[in-house]
């Protein structure tokens, strides 16, 4: 069997949890910040974790992560 490759677009995005699902950064935070209130930009600010329904796609995409 060849060798399985990552892709390195989702490899810089998604990083695998201790419990075997993934996070990811939120949207809204690089450009037009000066009208975002504060609390909105602070609860930006943490990693959430990937959709149930999507980790398949993630796995897929990252097989050796």
Request: hydrophobic share 30%; no cysteine.
């Amino acid at each position: 069997m060849p060798k399985l490759k990552t892709n390195r677009g989702a490899a810089k995005r998604f990083k695998k949890t201790g419990s075997g699902g993934y996070k990811h950064r939120q949207s809204h935070r690089n450009h037009i910040l000066t009208k975002k209130s504060s609390r909105r930009m602070r609860q930006l600010r943490h990693m959430k974790n990937v959709h149930a329904s999507d980790v398949a796609a993630i796995q897929q995409m990252l097989p050796n992560g």
